[in-house]
């Protein structure tokens, strides 16, 4: 009898799991933001009217006296005091949903407490207006400055900047294809 009832519990007990299991795989719709598999697998692609990230990483750090100082290749020394533009992810420095102090990432945020790339691959903007949060990748345009002794340690500031506009990712696209939307006037 015993033997009986602890099979009947073991096949109940597995009937509940299989429909547990159901249940759990049933295609429910997503809702809220996007996963970070599905954030972190957007990468921007080379645009000819932005800066290039891959410019911007033309930096060494070399050791001064004491100190580390960074050694800027000549195409981004000749990016300082001009107009340019910038493209990445937005990373806001304060709360809101409009930010006039923000950074820009070559790569998308992916943990709240930390910047998701070193100092040549974000730039620190100070807008005229306040843009708009996304998570949409954006196209910054302002006066750039290459930082040479900043006690911060960023390397990139863009002045006066204004947003020009949201590039907006594909759905279903592969990796790194981004659906450029109208200019925004």
Known sequence: MTLRLALVASLAAAAFAAGSAYALNQNIPKAGLPSASEFSGQVLIERPDVVSWKTLAQVET??????????????????????????????????????????????????SFCLPAGPEAVVEVFAKEPVGYTLDPIVVSGRFAVQKDDPNGVLYRLHDAAQVEVAKVSPGAPPGFVNRQAPLN
């Open 62 to 111: 070399v050791k001064q006296g004491s100190r580390m100082v960074p050694q800027f290749a000549k195409p981004i020394l000749a990016l300082d005091r001009k107009d340019a533009r910038v493209q990445g992810f937005m990373i806001p420095l304060d709360m809101g949903d409009r930010q006039k102090h923000f950074l820009v990432s070559a790569v998308p945020p992916h943990c």
